[in-house]
């Protein structure tokens, strides 16, 4: 009886997760023992997939826990590498594990750019295992109950996990076997089975009739569902898997209900309810009489009929003979009560008792992009501290040069070179001068070059396999079903676009930088000089000794060293605000593990004002003591230039003076632009590899999974037919149907019902079997004395017009001596029956009309050549048991 039912294994091809995944790595961590280790760790990975999937599995423990450590082990590395078609692009393609292809081509198969696609696949596996071991288990033994409840119920939890997540994973149609009507089907089967290995266990405990027969009724009706779920949805019945299941869902539903009515029916008897006990066992004993009788090859009921017709028996005995209790009809029994025990099992990994996370030290990929995002505001945040001081200093250097301070304190002799004229010369040359500056400039249009040709090789990858997959799209129409790459493509192109505006920014920057070094170019040139050249350029004027010492200089004197305290503070700022460093990682992790998401923006903006707010609060002290100085420096000016004495040839030296002092705050600031803009390009460089290796990599499993897709296409245009179906002639179909009637030997007819009838080919000699007399067609009656009112058979001449039947045959003839009467229909194709001989039709006229018995008439003779009375006529069919005959018996 006990009868149960596995899934079977999905296939899959496969798939190397080393070449891509490492890449990923070390593009993304820098090299060093951290590197190395999750490389090592993708070995191991790709191995588990090999022992898992990439060889026959046993129905052992082993076996299912190797699949489940392999599932654990994606769901650890999923949130940690970004899985999807237009970024980590891996493709799995699966074969449908009920499918089973046809001549022309293979099963039915998916290929998907999804790491969901995967899991799904695998836990569908680690189900059909569990069912499969399951299955193997020894339920005569207490330990083999209780494996095979806890594989049906795993088996059930799975499959309904499946049925919750499937499209949700694949955003996309799956094919038959993971859909959720096909795994819900699954589900509903396998918690039927956990609930009868549960009712099998009480029963080998010998728990309580009532318990018992609640246990048999609740897995009944699990049966029931199961059955429904594939009797009704569209697909699955075309399935022969699902052919198979049916007959066996319903003899368990049967047989399930058998065993609830004969525990009951002891109950009943326990509580002196002999009729009801009757009513159960009589109730009982039809369900397993239906399953004998329908379902005798799927599932065995023999011990169970013969223990449910003893107990009948002697209730009836007692019955009849001490108690006569009143039967009651089934309608009218109490319903039987349910206990469901069977429950399918939730799956929340690790679901393997051997996991261990081989990326444990990797943190996932939202962590890392809300550290790509706090890396990014942080920056933001820095560079706008860092830009606010130097706008600030340069405020202040441009103020000074426009007032020649302090060049203008230190010449007061007016013929030699002021002594912060000579340092800034010297600190121009030991820079490298102007060739030095000459040299970043040239160098900038060839980085900037080698950026956009990236840039441009990467969208054009995307461009042609864009425009291929359009071309094929409009070839095949709807049958093209895979992602357009237009949508795939637009974060890529989104990332494309922001890297061509920032080279259009940096390009524009860089005319900026160049036009500020040609118009400094000249004063530039006069600081690389030496000290004597330098002092013959700058124009003499006359001595202002009478202003050495006064208050007024001393008075600038003194400012001027406040500013410069003001700015060397600001250097210091400047490095400690670049010095500081928070690791937000277990921040972002805590919040991850407590709300399952990360709050990126409130969490960011809160360290960052904690650990930038001081750094900005003594900023803004700077700007504030800045400007108070500069105010007092303009007032002390105008009361030191009044006292100079001003001519042509003094103005001429401080307008030179000052355009020095201008040059090398150009000189300090286009150095610095342009090594930054060195800097730009080389980063942005390395970032646009990575890009073009991205798209390369996409396009290359776009390509990939076009040839997969185009090969599937072929296969089913050629399984397709040629041409539409279409009727042929009737002169054609008579013709053909005439020349290849089969015989009684006849092959592959389709045959009927096993429980129908039995039929069994017997020539007319022998003789029949005695349990089949009652099938034999009596003998023949007399002829009939009225006027029939459909089509008349007539046993007189025929004329030639009318004897012609359809086709173009002869008509039948009676055997020589006899009359012919009414034809007997003839059943071509059931086995068993004899077959009519090569091109008769014994229909001329038609059979589907009624016929009337006929009447004998007094003196009339019966038909010549008659066979003995009991004897068949030699050369008619045997009639189905279940059909009436065609003439009354005598």
């Not at 939890?157 to 799956?174: F, M, Q």
């Not at 019955?319 to 025990?341: M, Q, S, T, W």
Request: hydrophobic share 35%; with cysteine.
């Amino acid at each position: 009886m006990a009868t149960f039912i596995s899934v079977p294994l999905k296939k899959s091809s496969e798939v190397d997760l080393v070449k891509p995944l490492s890449k990923f790595v070390t593009m993304n961590y820098p090299a060093g023992e951290e590197q190395t280790e999750y490389i090592r760790a993708l070995e191991e990975l790709n191995k588990l997939r090999k022992n898992a999937l990439g060889r026959p599995l046993d129905k052992h423990d082993s076996s299912l826990e190797i699949l489940l450590r392999y599932f654990d082990q994606l769901s650890a590395v999923e949130p940690k590498f970004p899985f999807s078609e237009n970024q980590l692009c891996l493709t799995f393609t699966w074969k449908d594990a009920f499918d089973r292809g046809s001549l022309f081509g293979g099963s039915v198969k998916l290929a998907l750019a999804s790491l969901g696609y995967e899991k799904t696949c695998v836990l569908f596996n680690a189900a059909a295992l569990a069912s499969q071991i399951a299955s193997e288990q020894n339920l005569d033994s207490d330990e083999g109950l209780r494996a095979a409840a806890k594989y049906y119920q795993l088996a059930s939890g799975a499959l309904l996990h499946i049925k919750d997540t499937v499209l949700s994973a694949l955003n996309r149609e799956p094919t038959m076997d993971i859909s959720p009507e096909t795994v819900g089907a699954l589900h509903h089967i396998m918690l039927a089975q956990a609930q009868e290995v549960f009712f099998l266990k009480a029963t080998s405990d010998k728990m309580k009739d009532a318990i018992i027969a609640k246990l048999a009724n609740q897995a009944a009706d699990f049966y029931g569902d199961a059955f429904k779920q594939c009797q009704y949805k569209e697909n699955l019945p075309k399935y022969f898997y699902f052919q198979e299941v049916l007959p066996v869902l319903a003899a368990k539903h049967c047989i399930m209900q058998a065993n609830a009515e004969l525990h009951q029916s002891i109950l009943a008897k326990q509580n002196k309810h002999f009729g009801e006990e009757i009513a159960r066992l009589q109730h009982a004993a039809e369900l397993v009489k239906t399953v004998a009788s329908r379902y005798d090859e799927y599932v065995s009921v023999k011990d169970l009929s013969d223990k449910i017709n003893r107990a009948l028996a002697n209730a009836k005995k007692d019955n009849d003979f001490i108690y006569h209790d009143r039967v009651p009809e089934v309608k009218d029994l109490a319903n039987i009560g349910k206990a469901a025990l069977a429950k399918a099992t939730a799956i929340s990994p690790p679901l393997s008792q051997k996991f261990t996370d081989l990326f444990e030290k990797m943190v996932p990929m939202a962590v890392q992009q809300a550290m790509g995002v706090y890396n990014q505001r942080k920056a933001e945040t820095v560079n706008r501290l860092v830009g606010t001081m130097r706008e600030a200093t340069n405020l202040c250097n441009g103020v000074l040069a426009s007032l020649n301070l302090p060049a203008a304190l230190e010449d007061l002799s007016g013929d030699t070179i002021p002594q912060s004229i000579a340092e800034k010369s010297r600190a121009v040359v030991s820079k490298g001068g102007l060739q030095s500056i000459e040299q970043l400039i040239r160098d900038l249009p060839d980085l900037m070059t080698r950026n956009r040709e990236i840039l441009d090789e990467s969208l054009k990858m995307l461009d042609d396999e864009e425009t291929t997959d359009n071309e094929l799209r409009s070839k095949f129409n709807q049958r093209w079903n895979r992602t357009p790459s237009g949508d795939l493509y637009k974060p890529l192109r989104t990332e494309g676009a922001n890297f061509r505006s920032k080279l259009d920014v940096a390009t524009h920057a860089d005319g900026v930088v160049r036009e500020r070094f040609n118009t400094n170019c000249e004063m530039i040139t006069l600081l690389c000089k030496s000290e004597g050249e330098l002092n013959a350029a700058i124009p003499s004027a006359n001595p202002a000794k009478t202003l050495q010492g006064s208050e007024v200089v001393n008075v600038l004197r003194s400012l001027l060293t406040q500013l410069d305290e003001v700015k060397r503070e600001r250097e210091g700022l400047e490095g400690e605000i670049k010095a500081a460093t928070f690791d937000m990682t277990a921040n972002f992790l805590a919040a991850m593990e407590q709300d399952r998401s990360i709050n990126e923006e409130a969490l960011s903006l809160s360290q960052l004002d904690q650990q930038y707010g001081q750094y900005n609060q003594k900023v803004q002290a700077t700007l504030r003591t800045q400007e108070e100085l500069l105010g007092k420096v303009q007032t002390a000016h105008q009361e030191f230039s009044g006292l100079k004495q001003s001519n042509s040839e003094a103005n001429s030296r401080e307008e030179v003076l000052k355009k020095l002092a201008s040059a090398h705050d150009s000189y300090v600031e286009i150095t610095n632009n342009l090594s930054e803009g060195t800097k730009f390009y080389n980063s942005l460089t390395e970032i646009l590899l990575k890009f073009q290796n991205k798209c390369s990599d996409i396009v290359f499993a776009r390509k990939t999974e076009r040839d997969e897709l185009l090969k599937e296409l072929q296969q089913s245009i050629a399984r397709e037919p040629s041409a539409p179906s279409f009727n042929a002639p009737a002169y054609q179909s008579n013709l053909a149907a005439s020349a290849a009637a089969p015989g009684p030997g006849a092959a592959n007819p389709t045959p009927a019902p096993r429980t129908v009838f039995q039929a069994q080919q017997q020539t007319p000699q022998q003789p029949q079997p005695t349990q089949a007399k009652v099938l034999q067609p009596p003998a023949r009656p007399p002829p009939p004395s009225f006027t029939p009112q459909g089509p008349t058979f007539n046993t007189g001449p025929v004329p030639p017009a009318a004897a012609a039947p359809p086709g173009g045959n002869p008509p039948p003839m009676a055997p020589p001596g006899q009359a012919q009467g009414p034809p007997y229909p003839s059943y071509q194709g059931y086995p068993g029956y004899y077959q009519m001989p090569m091109n008769y039709n014994p229909y001329p006229m038609g059979y589907n009309m009624p016929y009337m018995p006929y009447q004998a008439q007094p003196g009339q003779p019966g038909y010549p050549g008659a066979p003995p009375a009991g004897q068949p006529y030699p050369g008619y069919p045997q009639q189905p048991p279940q059909q009436q005959p065609y003439y009354p018996q005598q």
